[in-house]
């Protein structure tokens, strides 16, 4: 149905906005914005096998206002609208200080905790929180309550890692935060060491 041609949308918007700009010589600006037109000129299928060509600026709004954990922003410049995934890129393109906003004070973070799986942890304990293929090691600035979804870690982990992230800020880690609240660091050298774990 509608919602199903809607959430595969998504998908594909994620996975094009995310991962894909460069191999398809999109043109995306360092904030990570690129323009709504662009993207329907692509020739691409969705997940429910339909035409990236056969929808409309409106599905694109449809499928921004329904997602789940917020993942994009819209903004209208000069009239033509422009779409962005608001974290969790691989592009190396994308430049963090235009995208993100910095958080300055320990006082500005209730809770940083980064959600993952018992098979990861005793990698993790021995060399840190690596960022993997993205930019960031993510973090969510809460704990999903029953059932819900939260930006920042899958439904299904079953480990949390907290972040002190006093001692982080103060020992020169640069933290950020998204427009859709998720905690992102390149860490040190895309490393967050175990040292600045407060507790798992
Ligand atoms: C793990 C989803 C072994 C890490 C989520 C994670 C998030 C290590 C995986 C966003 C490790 C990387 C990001 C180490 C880290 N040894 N495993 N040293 N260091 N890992 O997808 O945090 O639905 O890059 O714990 O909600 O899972 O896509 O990161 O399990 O916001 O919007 O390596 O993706 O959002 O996986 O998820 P990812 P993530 P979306």
Request: hydrophobic share 40%; aromatic share 4%; charged share 30%.
């Amino acid at each position: 149905g509608g919602k199903d041609k809607i959430d595969a949308l998504g998908r594909l918007l994620t996975r094009i906005l995310r991962h894909m700009a460069t191999e398809l010589n999109l043109n995306m600006r360092s904030d990570g914005y690129v323009k709504v037109q662009d993207l329907l000129k692509l020739n691409m299928k969705t997940f429910a096998n339909v035409p990236l060509r056969s929808h409309t600026v409106d599905d694109i709004k449809e499928a921004v206002r329904k997602d789940n954990k917020q993942r994009f922003s819209l903004l209208d410049e000069n009239g033509e609208l422009h779409i962005r995934a608001n974290q969790g890129h691989t592009l190396m393109t994308v430049e963090s200080e235009s995208l993100l906003k910095p958080i300055l004070l320990p006082e500005e973070v209730q809770v940083c905790v980064h959600g993952t799986y018992r098979t990861n942890l005793e990698s993790i304990l021995e060399s840190g929180l690596r960022r993997m293929r993205r930019l960031h090691v993510h973090f969510s600035c809460g704990l999903p309550t029953d059932g819900e979804v939260i930006s920042g870690m899958r439904r299904n982990i079953n480990v949390l890692i907290f972040l002190d992230v006093r001692k982080a800020l103060e020992e020169g880690m640069k933290l950020y935060i998204s427009d859709n609240k998720v905690i992102l660091t390149e860490g040190f050298d895309g490393v967050v060491p175990v040292k600045y774990f407060e507790k798992i």
